[in-house]
């Protein structure tokens, strides 16, 4: 009786630890980049932008069109970091942070 039940929990441990391991190996980052747009988006034609994950193999940001396209930009490139921060600004100024001398009930 006790080696029945000995080896019906190895084998369950076995099943278990086999079956978790593939779920820690689908965890990867879904909105990574492989491929960069070279040009410029103007930015009255940005809806969005987005850092990529941080687990992603490159730096990347992600804009989004007023069209809804997604376009991938390698995040060396100084015109979109500065279009990033520009926008970080107009929504923290639209949410009411960033405003100096604002008062709140």
Do not use: D
Not at 65 to 93: D, H, I, N, Y
Request: with cysteine; hydrophobic share 40%.
């Amino acid at each position: 009786m006790k080696t029945t039940c000995l080896a019906l929990g190895l084998l369950l441990l076995t099943v278990f630890h086999s079956y978790a391991i593939p779920l820690g190996l689908q965890t990867s980052p879904q909105s990574c980049c492989f491929s960069f747009f070279k040009g410029r988006v103007p930015s009255n034609r940005i809806v969005s932008i987005q850092k990529t994950h941080s687990g992603c193999p490159l730096a990347a940001f992600v804009v989004k069109t007023v069209k809804g396209k997604l376009l991938c930009f390698m995040s060396s490139e100084p015109w979109v970091q500065e279009a990033f921060k520009r926008l970080k600004q107009t929504a923290a100024v639209a949410t009411g942070r960033g405003i100096e001398g604002s008062s709140r009930p």
